[in-house]
Structure formats: structure tokens, C-alpha cells
Nanobody, 115 residues
Framework: QVQLAESGGGLVQAGGSLRLACAASGGIFSILSMSWYRQAPGKQRELVAVITSGGDAWYVDSVKGRFTISRDNAKSTMYLQMNSLKPEDTAVYYC?????????WGQGTQVTVSS
């Protein structure tokens, strides 16, 4: 059973930066495919970025060039560096781990970007 815990959310002005972290426990972190999702009020949960066990990354178009996903297998932690934040980035950000067929969610961390 994998457990995920996000941290690093908060309130920031537009143009600012935040770094989210997702600490995993209870599994073999290095073989997990990890992702960040977000859900804004009244909207569906959206896939933001993915990092595979091999380190390959994918981003949704709206965050390309501004967000960077990374992982530290030694610390069983995934990160999301968010730069040039915009008000439309405001959402609850969730960590997701996949070790097929099992999948796991974190509890979410709030990111609020003021204009």
C-alpha cells in the first residue's frame, strides 16, 4: 500500500513561484509512474504533468515552459516546480502514483495565485 503526502502549496502573487513536493511511503518509489493533477473549483480534475520511472516527463500545454516535474528516488519524493504562476493555476494539486494495476492519490494541497 502506497501512501502519498503533498506539501508546498500556498498563496502567491501572479508571476511568483512555488515548489510542491509529494512524499511516498509503503512502496518501491523508483518503479512508480508519478503524476500531478489539479482541480479548480467547478472544474474537472486535470492531468498537469507526468514523470515515468525512467525520468521521462510530459506536461499539459498550459504549463509547458513554466512547470518542471522531477523526482528524487533516494528520497521517495516527487516535485513540481511552478514558475510564472497565473491566477488560472489556482487549484487543489494532487499527487498520483501508478504501479499497475494499483493506483494511489494524495490528499491534495491548495495553490492560490492572486492577480
Amino acid at each position: 500500500q502506497v501512501q502519498l503526502a503533498e506539501s508546498g502549496g500556498g498563496l502567491v502573487q501572479a508571476g511568483g513561484s512555488l515548489r510542491l513536493a509529494c512524499a511516498a511511503s509503503g512502496g518501491i518509489f523508483s518503479i512508480l509512474s508519478m503524476s500531478w493533477y489539479r482541480q479548480a473549483p467547478g472544474k474537472q480534475r486535470e492531468l498537469v504533468a507526468v514523470i515515468t520511472s525512467g525520468g521521462d516527463a510530459w506536461y499539459v500545454d498550459s504549463v509547458k515552459g513554466r512547470f518542471t516535474i522531477s523526482r528524487d528516488n533516494a528520497k521517495s519524493t516527487m516535485y513540481l516546480q511552478m514558475n510564472s504562476l497565473k491566477p488560472e493555476d489556482t487549484a487543489v494539486y494532487y499527487c498520483f502514483a501508478l504501479q499497475s494495476p494499483a493506483s494511489y492519490w494524495g490528499q491534495g494541497t491548495q495553490v492560490t495565485v492572486s492577480s
